[in-house]
C-alpha cells in the first residue's frame, strides 16, 4: 500500500487592495499600504510553519501579497497558479439554491457567460486535485495559497462537502488565515476561519461588508 501523510493547507485571502480600475487589458489593482503592512504581517505570522511552497494566483493583489509572505519565510518557493486565482468555482442554477435565497444569491452572481462558467468550473476541479486531500509519501506538508476570496469560500465547502452552490455565502478577510488539516483516513477538518490575530485592530476585517465584522 502507498504510504499517505497529511496535508495542512493555509489559505489566505490577498491584503486590502487599491480601489478597482476597471478597463480593457486591466489584470486588476495592486495593494494598499494597508494590503502591504497586512502581507508582511501574514508572512510573520507563518515563519514558523515549514511550508513547502506558496502557490498564488496571478493577479498582482495576489502576485504582491506571496512576495511580502515569501520576503518573511526564508527559501520557500513561490508557484504561481491559475487554479489560486479569481474566478467563480461554480454557478448554481435556480432550482440548486434555497428558495428563500435564490433571489439574493443569483443577483451577486449576475451574468455569466458559458465560457466564464466552464472556465471557472474547470479551474475549482484543479484546485481541489492540486491543493486537497493527503499527500503522498510519509512526510506531512504544509502549503500556502495566497488567493481570493471566492476560492477560500469552494474550498472550505469542499472540505464540509456541503453542496456546490454553498461557497456563495462565505467570504474572507485580507490576509485572514483559513486552514484545513486531510489526514489519511479522516474527513478533512477545516482548523480556523478567517484567524486574524496576525493583524493589529486597524488591520482586521478589510473586505468584510461592515455589518459582517464581528
Ligand atoms: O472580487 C471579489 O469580490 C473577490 C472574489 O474572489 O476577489 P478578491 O478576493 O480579489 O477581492
Known amino acids: ?3 499517505s501523510a497529511t496535508r495542512y493547507l493555509y489559505l489566505a485571502r490577498h491584503g486590502e487592495a ?3 480600475q476597471s478597463g480593457p487589458g486591466q489584470s486588476g489593482p495592486g495593494l494598499s499600504e494597508n494590503g502591504r503592512r497586512q502581507a508582511v504581517l501574514l508572512g510573520r505570522r507563518l515563519r514558523d510553519v515549514p511550508l513547502a511552497a506558496v502557490h498564488h494566483g496571478p493577479l498582482p493583489r495576489a502576485a504582491q501579497t506571496a512576495r511580502l509572505v515569501g520576503e518573511q519565510l526564508g527559501a520557500v518557493p513561490l508557484r504561481v ?3 489560486a486565482g479569481d474566478y467563480l468555482p461554480c454557478v448554481p442554477g435556480r432550482a440548486e439554491l434555497p428558495a428563500d435565497s435564490a433571489d ?6 449576475g451574468e ?5 462558467r466552464e472556465h471557472g468550473a474547470a479551474l475549482a476541479a484543479e484546485a481541489i486535485a492540486r491543493f486537497t486531500g493527503p499527500v503522498a509519501g510519509e512526510v506531512d506538508r504544509h502549503e500556502l495559497v495566497v488567493t481570493h476570496a471566492f476560492l477560500v469560500g469552494w474550498l472550505v465547502r469542499h472540505a464540509l462537502d456541503a453542496p456546490d452552490w454553498r461557497w456563495l455565502g462565505h467570504n474572507s478577510a485580507n490576509a485572514a488565515l483559513t486552514v484545513i488539516r486531510y489526514a ?3 474527513p478533512a477538518t477545516v482548523i480556523t476561519v478567517n ?3 496576525h493583524l493589529p485592530t486597524e488591520l482586521r476585517w478589510t473586505g468584510f461588508p461592515p ?4
Not at 104 to 109: A, I, K, Y
Not at 112 to 116: K, M, P, Y
Not at 211 to 214: A, P
Open 112 to 116: 455569466v457567460s458559458q465560457a466564464e
Open 18 to 20: 487599491l480601489p478597482e
Open 1 to 3: 500500500m502507498t504510504a
Open 211 to 214: 455589518e459582517w465584522q464581528i
Open 81 to 83: 497558479d491559475e487554479a
Open 195 to 197: 484567524d486574524q490575530r
Open 104 to 109: 439574493l444569491l443569483l443577483d451577486f452572481l
Open 184 to 186: 489519511p483516513g479522516r
